[in-house]
């Protein structure tokens, strides 16, 4: 059976499930970020661009989990990273916490380089146990590695069944960070990823769901995923998944499912950074 952790690059433990947050805020966050908390999820995936990190906090910290046992995720927004200092404390008193976990830079846009190097900074200081990257192809995340002191410990980008990144994926485990899937059920497609045959087959096989599947798939890939939802029954769900094991063969079946092609976070389609511009 696969642990339920895994080492960064400077040995901290890292959960291979966390709880996504993106879209939900107020006291729909709140609720469901409790149930989260009460299903085992210990890493919650929130960002400064997200505006709920204040629900989380609130609820992590009425949920009497030492915080100890918690792994909490926050992204600076690329319109701050010339305030990296004055944003990274804002999340750790929205968060109600004295240090953060992981802090990842949220696209490669603008002066990625000097909010690189204020993360590394509040690294030193111990207000940061890890820092890292998200939406950031190979490229430039050798570029950033070269040039700086601290490698990046975690590149957080879309990665589904539908769009499994394994040349990058390669390239990360080349320079030793760690891969995290964004939208790891395709943002809930129906139709192209959670009906295909074979998944639902595997899946049957299993006694489990094709959202199941899709998530155990990826970890067991060497992927940590951070599925999101605002149900209670599918919060659930996502997180039991550490009981059941994909064999070989339905792994190779699974990964024919791959088309290589982002269909949320690309950052080499114009159209899409002027999207991803606009938060
Ligand atoms: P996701 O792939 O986690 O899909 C979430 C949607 O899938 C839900 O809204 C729901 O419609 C559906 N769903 C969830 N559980 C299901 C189940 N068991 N059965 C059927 N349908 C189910 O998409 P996401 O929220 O975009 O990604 C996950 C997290 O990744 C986000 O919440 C956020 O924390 C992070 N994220 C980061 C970036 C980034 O730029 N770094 C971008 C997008 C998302």
């Excluded at 690059?9 to 149930?35: H, K, R, W, Y």
């Excluded at 995720?73 to 690329?78: A, C, S, Y």
Aim: with cysteine.
């Amino acid at each position: 059976m696969m642990m339920n952790t895994m080492p960064l690059n400077n040995d901290i433990q890292m959960p291979m499930l966390g709880f996504g947050t993106f879209l939900m805020g107020g006291a729909e966050c709140e609720e469901s970020v409790l149930t989260a908390l009460r299903s085992g999820y210990r890493m919650i995936d929130t960002a400064e661009a997200y505006g709920n990190e204040e629900a989380v906090g609130n609820t992590t910290q009425k949920s009497g989990i030492p915080r100890g046992e918690l792994f909490l995720v926050t992204k600076v927004n690329f319109r701050s990273y010339e305030n990296t200092r004055a944003t990274v404390e804002a999340s750790l008193e929205k968060l109600k916490t004295s240090y953060l976990d992981l802090v990842l830079l949220h696209w490669p846009f603008g002066n990625y380089y000097a909010a690189w190097r204020e993360l590394e900074k509040l690294h030193q200081e111990g207000k940061i146990r890890a820092i890292g990257v998200s939406n950031f192809d190979p490229d430039r995340l050798i570029d950033l590695i070269e040039f700086n002191q601290v490698a990046p410990a975690v590149n957080q980008i879309e990665t589904h069944l539908l769009c499994q990144r394994r040349t990058e994926h390669e390239w990360m485990e080349k320079y030793h960070v760690r891969h995290m899937a964004y939208a790891p059920l395709g943002q809930g497609r129906k139709n192209e990823m959670f009906e295909n045959p074979a998944l639902v087959e595997i899946a049957r096989a299993h006694g489990k769901t094709s959202a199941q599947v899709a998530l155990r798939f990826l970890m067991q890939s060497g992927v940590v995923v951070i599925p999101k939802s605002v149900h209670k029954g599918h919060i659930k769900e996502n997180f039991d998944i550490f009981d059941f094991e994909l064999t070989a063969d339905e792994m190779a079946q699974l990964v024919k499912m791959d088309t290589a092609v982002p269909m949320i976070g690309n950052p080499e389609n114009p159209a899409v950074v002027e999207v991803a511009m606009k938060w």
